[in-house]
């Protein structure tokens, strides 16, 4: 199986095929963008360019050797990492690298099957001090078809993991710095504020905006037979990126996919936060673990996405984004009396959330306490509290009252 064709990006790819011409193109690429937009799509399609045999005018020509063997993931100078789940320890450091790279095969031989995978994953996912040393026995070795050799590296981010030793990022580091002339390093990342500074410094950093819903649309109806209401609805929800699109579609077996089964659970978080009844909210929140926040971050990117469309339930119906919810988005709006300014005070809230989730705190404190915050600043907002205001004139430098 052929991987799909890559959509979108043409700014980008004029970009690298350009570089590619004048022989300027970087041993060392990241791209970046958020996630699901075709990060890893792109940086197949930049590796096809460097082992065509015949590349013109900066784009593969798609019919050579080179070419079809990368667009199956087959070619042998084409080394696709991506993080995997660690597998049980073997016994020795050396069998673990093999786990490992074990792991990695069946990760990669799973995307050549079904390449149109949503962008989400439920468990924790890294590219471990293992995997590094994998890469750098692959990367000491000559290339052997082509004349170089391709690294695709995806979510790069999760380089940073507790276990990764000072020694294993160096030995990256170092060939990134000085890559021998025959290896081209592709890293992805959607987060790169969370890459090693040494690492993003090393890299020439290239973003890839958001497709256009339209593009998105086209592609679902295409590539996964979505009629046209329902790939418009989607494409919308999931702005521009069609990793996440995939997503809210049911999978092979007919099960609910992972983004929509997250859109319906951030509802009933804000639907129980909006109560007037404080105990929904706390048993709400007690049905999370109490370890893990950072699996709560597709759940609060979902409860985002409602908060916006609560702002444009009365002034904009027509862009709202849970477009199957636009009655009770409208009702809950005027019921509850729910201005913009409510909303953009309640986003503060989550945006705190968001950073609390990063740091691990225990997720049923975190969401109780988010609900807290969502219902005071959306169902009964005043104007400033007595303690908002000492902070504003601490901040305006006027002294406090004496004593
Ligand atoms: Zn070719």
Redesign the pocket.
């Known amino acids: 199986m052929s991987l799909h064709e890559l959509v979108g990006h043409r700014e980008a790819r004029l970009a690298v095929g350009r570089a590619f011409t004048a022989g300027r193109l970087p041993q060392a690429l990241l791209l970046h963008g958020v996630p699901g937009v075709g990060k890893q799509r792109f940086g197949l399609w930049v590796a096809?360019l460097l082992l065509?045999?015949?590349?013109t005018e900066g784009a593969?020509?798609?019919?050579?050797q080179?070419?079809r063997l990368s667009t199956r993931v087959e070619h042998p100078d084409l080394h696709w990492f991506v993080p995997v789940k660690k597998p049980p320890s073997r016994g020795s450091p050396q069998r673990d690298d093999e786990a490992l790279e074990d792991a990695r095969r069946e990760r990669i031989e799973e995307l050549r099957a079904r390449p149109l995978q949503p962008t989400h994953s439920a468990d924790p996912l890294g590219l471990h001090l293992g995997t590094i040393r994998n890469l750098r026995r692959r990367a000491a070795s000559r290339p052997s078809m082509a004349s170089r050799q391709v690294f695709l590296v995806a979510n790069a981010e999760e380089l940073v993991s507790q276990e990764a030793s000072p020694e294993a990022a160096n030995a990256l580091l170092k060939l990134l710095e000085e890559p021998p002339a025959s290896l081209y390093f592709i890293l992805t990342s959607a987060e790169p504020g969370r890459l090693l500074p040494t690492i993003r410094s090393r890299t020439s950093s290239l973003h890839l905006p958001g497709l256009t819903s339209e593009m998105v649309s086209v592609f679902l109806q295409e590539q996964r037979g979505v009629d046209v209401d329902q790939a418009d609805a989607l494409a919308r929800l999931s702005s521009g990126s069609i990793g996440r699109a995939l997503g809210y579609l049911p999978g092979e077996d007919e099960e609910e996919g992972p983004l929509e089964a997250l859109r319906k659970e951030s509802f009933r978080l804000l639907r129980d936060a909006l109560s007037d009844d404080p105990a929904h909210r706390f048993s709400r929140a007690l049905q999370y673990a109490p370890s893990g926040a950072r699996g709560l971050r597709e759940l609060l990117l979902g409860l985002e996405v409602w908060l916006r469309d609560l702002a444009a339930a009365r002034e904009a119906p027509e862009a709202l984004l849970n477009r199957d919810a636009g009655d009770w988005l409208v009702r809950t709006v005027e019921e509850l009396g729910i201005d913009p300014a409510a909303v953009a005070r309640s986003m503060e809230a989550l945006h705190d959330a968001r950073a609390q989730a990063a740091g691990n705190v225990n997720p049923q404190l975190l969401l109780s306490g988010l609900m807290i915050r969502l219902n005071r600043t959306l169902v009964s907002p005043r104007p400033t509290s007595l303690k908002g205001v000492e902070d504003q004139l601490r901040e305006s430098g006027v002294p406090r009252r004496p004593g």
């Open positions: 096809q065509c045999e015949r590349p593969p020509c798609g019919t050579c080179g070419c």
